[in-house]
Structure formats: C-alpha cells, structure tokens
C-alpha cells in the first residue's frame, strides 16, 4: 500500500508540472490561434537563465525567481507576440507551425551558444534537502512547491478570467474576436498578455522540471512542451479545466506505469507465437504522454467541414511546365558532376547528404503545399526506408530500395487511416505523436542497430555501382529530378486539382461528390513512399545509421527548410537542400567556432515567413516577373487603355487574376497602379 501510495504522489509531482506547462500553451492559443511549438524551449532558456543568476551568479533564488518569472518571461513573450505572431494573419496553418518551430530552433540555438551543452550544470531544488515526512514517503519542499504552483495557476488563471475585466475581454476575444473589437475589446492586447502569461508558465515549468531533475539538459527541457500536448488536448485545447484534469491523468499513469507496467518478459500472442525477447518496449513508459495524446485525438468528435467560401490566403502554388524539369534533370546530373569534380571528399560527402534530404523534403511538396494536410514525421518515414532498405535491401540493390518505398506507402497509408478525420494543428499534432512514438518504441531498438549502427549499401544498378562519392551524388541529383518531374507532371492532372482543390475549400469538394477520406489517403501514400524513397538513399549516402538519425527533432528542420524554400514547389525542395547542406553541414566544418549560430539563419528566415509566407524561390521568381512586367508596362500600360472600359474601380482580387492572364501582366504589380490611380482620382475629386 505505501508503494502505491508512493507512486500517486509521484505522478501528482509529475502531473503539476504538465498541467503549468499544458495551461500556457491552451492560453495563448485560444487567444491568437496559434499553437506555440516553441513553448519547450522558453521554459528551457528560463531554467538556464535561472541557473546563470541563482547557482554562477550567486543571487538569492527569490530575486532570481522573480527577476526570470516576473520580467524577463513575461517582456519575451509579449514581444514575441508583438513583432512575430501579429503578423501571421491570412497565413496558412502550415505557416503559422512553422514560424513557431522556427522560433523554436532560434531559442533553443542561442542557449546552445549562451550555455554550450559540454558543461555540466546542476540546478538545487528548491529548500534542498528539506523534506516533508508522510510516513510512506518523504516529499522534498521541491516536489510541494510544484503542487503548490500547479494549484496556484488554476486558481489565478480562473480569477483572471472570470473575475476581472482583462479576462472577460480575453475570453471575448476567443469567443468571437469582430464582435469583442466592436464592443470596446483590444484584440491585439489581450494577445498580447496572453503570450506573456503563456511565457511566465513555461518559464515556471522548466524552472520547477530543472529543479526537479537537478540537471539541466537542452533537449528533456525543450521536449518538456511534447508531454503537455496530451494534457491540453483533453480540454481540446480550449478548457483550462480539463487540461488540469488530463495532467494529472497523465502524470498518475506515467508513474504507474513506471511502479507496475512489466515489459522486459515476452509478448506472447493468443496463438502461442512469442516476439524477440530483443525487441524492447520499455521506451513505451516515457511515450505514455504520448500515446494518450494520439488515443485522445484518436477519439475526438470528427472535424466538420468547413463552410463558406474559398478561404482567403496570401500563398500561391507554381505550376511550371514538366518539360522545364525533364531538362532540369539533366542539368541536375551534370551540376553533381561538376560539384563532385570541383569539390571532391568532404564536400561531395556533405553536398550528398542534403540533396538526400531534399528528396525527403519533397515528400512534403504534394502533402503540406498542395493539400494543405500538416505532417511533422517526415523523418519518421525516411527512417522506416532506410531500415528496410539496410534490412532487407542487401548490397544495395534495386529491389531493396523499391521495397523500402512499398513498405514505407504502406505505413503511411495506416498512420493516415485514423489521421484522415484530423486536419490543421490536430494532424500536425497526431503526426508528432507518431514520430515520438517511432523514436521510443522503434529506433531505440539495439535489434535494430547492431552495435549501435545499421550499415546500409548503396546502389548497384544493372552493372553501374555507385560506391564512389561522385557518381552517388550524381545519382542523388538525377532521381531528385525524377521524383520532381513525377510531381510537376501529377501538379496538372486530375488529383493534382484535386489537392489543390481540398486546400482550397473542402466544403465545395465535399458539394461536388470528392471524398476527401480517399484523397487524403492517397496523398498521404504517396508522400510516404518518396519519404522512404528518400530515407534510403540518405542511409546510403551515410553508409550506416543510428538510433539518432531520424529522430523527431530531425524532422524539424526538414520542414522547416522546405517551407522556407516554398512548400508549394519542387524548386523548394531544392533550395532546402543546398540550406540544409550549407548551413548544418558545409560552413560549421569551415567554421567550427560559429558552428551553432549558423543554425539562427533558418530559424530568422522561418520567422520571417508571416511577411512573405511563398517562400524564397516563389517570392524570388515573383519579383523577377514583377521588375520584367513593370518595365513594359512602363513602355506601354495596358491597364490605362482597359481601365475606362472595364471598370478598375470595381475589379476584385480574381477579376486581377484574370487580367493578368490576360495582358501579361504580374498581378502584384497590376493592384498597386489600380490603387495609385484611385488615390489621384480622389485627390482630384477633392480639388
């Protein structure tokens, strides 16, 4: 009875911390909108901080808890809110996570450089060594204090919300912002302390889980936010109530779990068939949050379709001729030519792993950029690819690489089939939770990975091998080229459409007889099997791969790369590459000394999606199109001879559209004259 006694008050211990943590987070998305990925990482950069001032600096924990709770977290948060998150309106789901995740990769790479990870840092708990005697077991001051600050913050936060004016218009906010503005509320105000509030939580929770671990370690901490998703989903990210509930649930099962859930003997199944006792499930134990997460999304009431019109966003999808990439696939091969020449050894070697990547990254082209379907686990399916091709694939041969595609578009097909109902932050939220799931329970396996690694052999096609540095690279470059063409040329058939379409409006899919489950089953197989097809080669052009390779964090920058690039085109996918190889490979080997501040450039330029959410490649053509187009438009302005007979005045964004197919101009560049004419009209009409 005092073991389980023991082991509720632990899994109360551990429920406080993700309900302080799980609070936060459901506070500043009822109020923006927008799910902070990047939660983790401002308690993280707290608890360091903390540490700096109280353990080096040697100030009195009180005026360092206050210093770090009460000023610097909440000023971060609501700058963040202030110069980031305000302007993401008519972004994209897509774009909004990945800002966030940028965000994350900024935060957690300034405390890689202000606290680099080889020193070790021990951080006391609260009153160390004072302890409360229950007869059955002795809680440390620590372990109260974080039950005390979970209570605390249900009682404050339902006081702010309920009793006071700020918290009545906050609420009004979440219910209907138009409306709360048009009564007198200040939208962007209460944001704006949201995400401070949101701060000063995540602040406490990494501060406590230090305390708590009596270490501070960047990854747990910045993970610390994964295991909230879980207990905010249970109040469907909206309760505050129910997100209490759900932590508690979730810190009593993990330390059950811990106390009583057996998994070293065998699973034997009803038919007397018994696993490899090598194949491990106690990673099943720290996944718990995990896995409640993916049931609780798993059972919530069906997303309805959306209702209303096309919905209003500031992205475009190219459409490039397939011809332009069956001859890019030839310049492909020929630049790995030239790059494998010019730079032979090392960079060909780095140069390889990112175009391997980029073909993951074009995984991601059909499933994120034209259906709009969000997935975080892109690394999770390169990593089943690479498995099977080392596995089953042998010395590299074609058969093993194609069954690493099936296998892979066929766990995508089963990961998607109770995905299909979710869509938007709840899918990104579910394909999370599959990748994490895939790192405890799959990639940890030593069956697995022999001594520590799995080598995998590259390709020997009809006689050719590709062993040699410089004809992998250039295979690398031509099946890129091919994997784009197949995209380019499925952009101007019939699912293409289709895709686009369901981006679009899913109410007028639905009205024209499309079913979605179907499609999105199809383009989540489809993105699956290039993942794998990706993973594979990036085993081989690694030669060998570890537990670590592909492991949810992997995942991150992937995503974030190829949204950067624009998600919408192949061409994105290609300038994801060359970043990833550049910016995490290339200039850190240069460059030891700045290795961990090149990883700030992707993360500013993800930031910096809310102003220019098509990423570099669209943006960059679109600005190419407008200085051509503004030079001959300068020369002759078909706009002022079509401006009495059509009506300019009246023109709406699509009438534009259309105008622009139709005189050649760039749409951009055709609104702006539209606008300067009408502001001399009026300036005419009052003289």
């Known amino acids: ?135 059955f077991y002795r809680l440390t001051y620590h372990e109260a204090i974080t039950i005390a600050a979970a209570i605390a913050t249900a009682i404050g936060l339902r006081t702010l919300l309920f009793r006071t004016r700020t918290g009545l218009a906050m609420r009004g906010v979440v219910d209907d912002r138009p409306l709360a503005q048009l009564n007198g509320a200040r939208p962007a105000r209460s944001s704006m302390l949201a995400w401070a509030i949101g701060a000063m939580l995540a602040a406490l929770a990494g501060v406590l889980l230090g305390g708590t671990q009596g270490s501070l370690a960047h990854i747990p901490l910045t993970l610390l936010v994964i295991n909230a998703y879980g207990a905010a989903m249970f109040g469907r990210l909206r309760s505050l109530p129910l997100t209490f509930v759900g932590a508690i649930v979730l810190g009593l099962a993990q330390s059950l779990a811990i106390g009583y859930l057996n998994l070293d003997e065998p699973i034997t199944s009803a038919f007397g068939w018994t696993f490899a006792r090598s194949f491990s499930l106690n990673g099943l134990r720290a996944a718990i949050p995990v896995v409640a997460l993916f049931v609780v999304l798993l059972f919530l009431k069906p997303l309805k379709v959306r209702a209303g019109a096309q919905r209003s966003t500031r992205e475009v999808v190219p459409s490039p001729p397939v011809a332009r990439w069956l001859v890019g696939t030839v310049v492909l091969g020929g630049v790995g030519y030239a790059l494998a020449t010019l730079y032979p050894g090392l960079r060909t070697f780095q140069i390889g792993q990112g175009v391997a990547l980029g073909i993951v990254m074009l995984s991601l082209v059909p499933l994120i950029g034209w259906a709009g379907q969000i997935s975080l686990a892109p690394m999770a399916f390169a990593g089943i690819g690479a498995l099977v091709m080392g596995t089953w694939g042998g010395d590299g041969t074609l058969g093993g690489l194609v069954l690493a595609v099936v296998v892979t578009a ?204 098509n990423g570099a490649v669209n943006e960059t053509a679109r600005n190419l199109r407008a200085r051509r187009s503004g030079a001959a438009a300068s020369a002759d302005d078909p706009l002022a001879e079509l401006e009495p007979g059509f009506g300019l005045d009246g023109l709406t964004d699509a009438d534009l559209r259309l105008l622009d197919r139709a005189v050649g101009l760039d749409t951009d560049a055709a609104y702006a004259r539209l606008l300067r004419r009408r502001r001399q009209r009026e300036v005419a009409d009052v003289a």
């Not at 009460?70 to 202030?82: H, M, N, Q, W």
């Not at 789901?93 to 790479?109: A, D, M, N, P, R």
């Not at 995942?555 to 060359?578: D, E, K, N, R, T």
Request: proline fraction near 4%; charged fraction near 10%; glycine fraction near 10%.
């Open 1 to 135: 009875m005092d073991e389980l006694l023991t082991y509720l008050v632990l899994g109360l211990v551990t429920g406080a911390l993700y309900a302080v943590s799980a609070s936060g987070l459901v506070l500043t998305y009822t109020t923006s909108g927008i799910f902070n990925f990047a939660h983790g990482a401002f308690g993280m950069f707290a608890a360091f901080l903390y540490w700096k001032l109280r353990v080096e600096n040697g100030w009195p924990a009180p005026v360092a808890l206050v210093l770090v709770l009460l000023v610097i977290a909440p000023l971060f948060g609501a700058i963040v809110e202030r110069v980031i998150m305000r302007g993401l309106e008519d972004t994209s789901e897509v774009t909004k996570l990945v800002v966030t995740i940028s965000l994350l990769f900024g935060v957690y790479q300034g405390a890689v450089v202000l606290f680099p990870p080889e020193t070790a840092r021990r951080l006391p708990g609260f009153f160390e060594g004072n302890s409360i005697d229950l007869g």
């Open 410 to 613: 066929l766990v995508g097909a089963l990961v998607a089939l109770p995905a299909i109902r979710l869509r938007d932050l709840y899918l990104a939220l579910a394909t999370a939770a599959f990748a994490v799931l895939m790192d405890s329970l799959v990639f940890n396996q030593n069956s697995l990975f022999p001594n520590g690694n799995l080598p995998i052999g590259r390709l020997d096609l009809f006689g050719i091998s590709f062993d040699d540095d410089r004809a992998h690279l250039v295979l690398l470059f031509v099946v890129f080229g091919l994997v784009a063409t197949g995209l380019v040329w499925l952009r101007h058939r019939r699912f293409g459409r289709l895709l686009l379409a369901m981006k679009s409006s899913d109410a007028a899919c639905v009205t024209l007889g499309v079913s979605l489950a179907r499609t999105k089953l199809a383009v989540f197989t489809l993105s699956a099997g290039i993942a794998g097809l990706g993973g594979a080669l990036y085993g081989a052009q690694l030669n060998r791969v570890s537990s670590t390779t592909f492991q949810f964090l992997q995942s991150l920058p992937v995503v974030l790369l190829a949204v950067i690039g624009g998600i919408g085109a192949a061409g994105g996918a290609l300038f994801g590459a060359g970043a990833y190889a550049l910016t995490f490979l290339i200039l850190p080997d240069l460059v030891p000394a700045l290795a961990t501040w090149f990883a700030l450039g992707p993360a500013l330029a993800g930031i910096s999606l809310g102003k220019n959410p």
